[in-house]
C-alpha cells in the first residue's frame, strides 16, 4: 500500500530497521551600486528600499480534492462530534475548511480542523468501504490517524487511513458540493482524482517536469562523532550526471594526519530518479546529517536523515510536497530545529521540522509573504529563532527574523542585480553577507554588533565571478574565508585581514590550471580535525561521477598574502595546500523502490 525508497546492497555489518508505515517516495528596493576595482576595499553605495511589513503565518490550509477542486470541509461549520467532512467550494475566510497536519510519530498524522480542534475520523472505526468520514476529538485511535501516500512524478497526495488501510474518497467521483466523504478501496498505481488531494503551495494537479541541470555546487558539512570515532566524518552530496542524489561519507577526514583506523568510505546513491538543482545539508540537533534534493518530476522536495550520528547511512528518502520551481533549502528555523525554504511564486515558503519529532510536517508548508523575491533565500540561528535573507526581482537582498510563525519586518540591505547570498552566521547574533554583483564582483556586507547594516556594500576586487561566491569562518581565530569561481573557471579565495574586521587580502588561485578544471561554483565548509581547526574547498569536475567529488584543503591557520586589489596565481601561492579527488568507495549502496502491502 505504501511505498519508499529502500536500499540494495546492504552491508551485513549494518543493520537498519526501516519504517513500516508512512509516506516516502514510490518510484523510482530600487536602487544602484556603484562598484570600483580601483582598491580591494571600496565603498558600495547602496540606497535601501522601503521595509515590508511583518507576517504570521497561517494556522492551517486548505486541502482540495483533484477531482472536484472543492475543500474538505466540516459541514455547517459544525464543532460538534460526529459532524460530517464534505467537499465544498473553497472559502478563504473559512476556518472549518482549512486543517492542520500533525505528525503523531510511526509516520501517522492527525488531520485536525482549524475551526473545531477536531480530527478527521472513520465513523465507527468502519474498516468497509463507503465508511463516513467524519470529525471527532482527536485521539489515537488508528480510525483518526492517517498515512500520507505521495504521488510518483505527481504533485498530489493520497490519505490512507491507519486502521481500514483504505483511501479518503468522493463517492462517484461527484463535483457537486456537500457530497459526504468517505473511506473506500485504494486504487492501483496512482489512484484516481477522487481520491487524490492537493496541499499549498501546490496548486494544480497538472504535472509539469522542471529542467534537469548539470555540475551545481556539492552540499558539504561535518557530522557528529561516530561511538568509537576519534573525527567527526564528512558529508558530500551532489546530483550526479544521471540527476541521481549521491552522497559519500569520508571517516578519515584530516588530510595532514591520516588516521590508519578509520572505516572504509560510505557511499549511498538513488536509483532511477529524476533530481534538478543542487542538494543541501544541514544538521539535525543531535548532530545526525539532514539531505534535502529537488525532484525535477514533481517539483516536490525530497529529504533524508542519516539514520544514526555518524554513520553515512540513509534507510529512505521523503517526499514532504511544494511542487515548485525554485531551488530550496534548509537552514535555521528554532535553536535544534530546521526548516526547508523556498521562494515561491514571489513569496517567502517554509516547511518547519517537528520539534521533538524526526517525522517531517507533511501539509506543513506555510507562506510568510514577501513580493518580488527570487532566487534561494539562506536563513541562519538568531536568538530563539532566525534570521532569513532573499534577493528581490530588483536585485536587492533583504532580511527579516523569523520567531515562531511571524516574520519580522523586511530590510532591505540595497544593492542591484545581486544574486543569490550566502550567509554566514557570527557570534552575537550577527551574520556576514556576500553575494555576486550584476557585473561579476563580489560585495560583502557585516552585521554591526547593535543589529544594524553598513549602508554601504564592500567590493573584493580583482577577480570576476562565473558564479555565487561562499564563504565559511575557516580558522580557529574566526577569520572569513570566500570562495568563487572566476570567469577563468580557476578557484580564488580572499580572506579577512582580521577577525571582524570586513576587511579582505587579495584573491589566491587555488586551482591547479594544469589540474582537474572546475565545472561548478565552489562550496567552502570548515572542519575540525586532529591536525586543527580549518576549511576546505569542494567543486565538481568532469571525472566527479567516477572519482568523487574534487577538495582543496587548507592546513590550519593558513594566511592569505595577496594585497589589496590583487591576485596571486603563482604556484608558490598554493604551497601547502592539499589537493585530492575524494574518491569513490568499493561499495555503494542503493536507494531503491519497494511497494509494501
Not at 179 to 203: A, F, H, K, W
Not at 372 to 391: D, E, R
Amino acid at each position: 500500500m505504501l511505498s519508499r525508497l529502500r536500499r540494495r546492497l546492504r552491508p551485513p555489518s549494518k543493520q537498519t530497521t526501516l519504517r513500516n508505515g508512512g509516506f516516502g517516495l514510490r518510484r523510482v528596493k530600487q536602487s544602484s551600486v556603484v562598484l570600483t576595482s580601483a582598491a580591494l576595499v571600496a565603498g558600495v553605495l547602496s540606497i535601501a528600499g522601503p521595509a515590508e511589513a511583518a507576517t504570521t503565518a497561517a494556522t492551517g490550509i486548505p486541502i482540495t480534492i483533484e477531482n472536484s477542486g472543492k475543500c474538505m470541509n466540516v459541514a455547517g461549520g459544525s464543532t460538534a462530534n460526529s459532524a460530517k467532512v464534505i467537499q465544498y467550494t473553497c472559502v478563504a475566510s473559512a476556518t472549518n475548511d482549512k486543517w492542520v497536519v500533525v505528525p503523531k510519530g510511526n509516520d501517522l498524522y492527525w488531520i485536525q480542523n482549524v475551526g473545531s480542534g477536531k480530527c478527521l475520523t472513520v465513523y465507527g472505526a468502519s474498516t468497509a468501504n463507503n465508511a463516513s468520514l467524519i470529525q471527532y476529538t482527536c485521539t489515537t485511535g488508528a480510525n483518526e490517524t492517517w498515512y500520507i501516500e505521495s504521488q510518483p512524478e505527481r504533485p498530489t497526495m493520497r490519505f490512507i487511513g491507519a486502521g481500514s488501510g483504505l483511501c479518503l474518497d468522493v463517492p462517484g467521483r461527484s463535483t457537486a458540493n456537500n457530497v459526504n466523504l468517505v473511506q473506500y478501496t485504494c486504487q492501483p498505481g496512482d489512484g484516481t482524482s477522487n481520491e487524490r488531494v492537493i496541499m499549498p503551495p501546490t496548486t494544480s494537479a497538472a504535472v509539469v517536469h522542471r529542467p534537469f541541470t548539470t555540475k551545481q555546487p556539492v552540499a558539504v558539512i561535518q557530522g557528529g562523532l561516530t561511538p568509537a570515532g576519534a573525527t567527526a566524518p564528512v558529508s558530500y552530496n551532489w546530483i550526479t550526471g544521471t540527476h541521481q542524489w549521491e552522497t559519500l561519507t569520508v571517516y578519515d577526514a584530516d588530510p595532514y594526519q591520516h588516521d590508519p583506523n578509520a572505516p572504509e568510505p560510505y557511499g549511498v546513491i538513488t536509483n532511477g530518479y529524476g533530481y534538478t538543482g543542487r542538494p543541501v545539508a544541514a544538521l539535525l540537533a543531535d548532530k545526525r546529517v539532514q539531505v534535502i534534493a529537488h525532484d525535477a518530476a514533481a517539483g516536490d522536495v525530497h529529504y533524508s536523515d542519516e539514520s544514526a550520528t555518524g554513520t553515512g547511512d540513509y534507510p529512505d528518502f521523503n517526499d514532504i510536497g511544494g511542487a515548485m520551481n525554485s531551488q530550496p533549502t534548509v537552514g535555521a528555523y528554532a535553536p535544534g530545529q530546521l526548516a526547508v525554504y523556498a521562494i515561491i511564486n514571489g513569496a517567502l515558503w517554509y516547511d518547519r521540522e517537528a520539534a521533538g519529532n524526526a517525522q517531517a510536517p507533511i501539509g506543513g508548508w506555510r507562506s510568510l509573504g514577501g513580493t518580488g523575491l527570487t532566487g534561494v533565500p539562506a536563513s541562519v540561528p538568531n536568538g530563539s529563532g532566525a534570521q532569513i535573507f532573499a534577493t528581490t526581482a530588483a536585485g536587492q537582498i533583504q532580511t527579516a527574523t523569523l520567531n515562531g510563525t511571524t516574520l519580522g519586518d523586511w530590510t532591505s540591505l540595497g544593492g542591484t542585480g545581486l544574486g543569490d547570498p550566502d550567509v554566514v552566521p557570527l557570534k552575537g547574533d550577527k551574520a556576514f553577507v556576500t553575494a555576486r554583483a550584476g557585473d561579476g564582483s563580489v560585495v560583502v556586507k557585516e552585521q554591526k554588533a547593535d543589529g544594524t547594516w553598513p549602508a554601504d556594500w564592500t567590493t573584493i576586487a580583482g577577480v570576476t565571478a562565473a558564479g555565487n561566491p561562499s564563504a565559511v569562518i575557516g580558522s580557529a581565530d574566526g577569520k572569513l574565508d570566500v570562495s568563487i569561481r572566476g570567469t577563468d573557471s580557476q578557484i580564488y579565495v580572499a580572506q579577512e585581514t582580521a577577525p571582524a574586521s570586513g576587511q579582505f587580502s587579495g584573491w589566491v588561485q587555488i586551482s591547479d590550471p594544469t589540474g582537474a578544471a572546475p565545472q561548478s561554483d565552489p562550496t567552502a565548509f570548515a572542519y575540525n580535525v586532529p591536525s586543527g581547526q580549518s576549511f576546505a574547498v569542494v567543486f565538481q569536475t568532469a571525472d566527479t561521477d567516477t572519482n568523487g567529488p574534487y577538495e582543496i584543503y587548507f592546513p590550519a591557520n593558513w594566511t592569505a598574502t595577496p594585497p589589496a586589489a590583487s591576485v596571486a596565481r603563482a604556484a608558490t601561492a598554493r604551497a601547502g595546500l592539499h589537493h585530492k579527488a575524494i574518491g569513490k568507495p568499493k561499495k555503494i549502496e542503493k536507494l531503491t523502490v519497494h511497494a509494501t502491502k
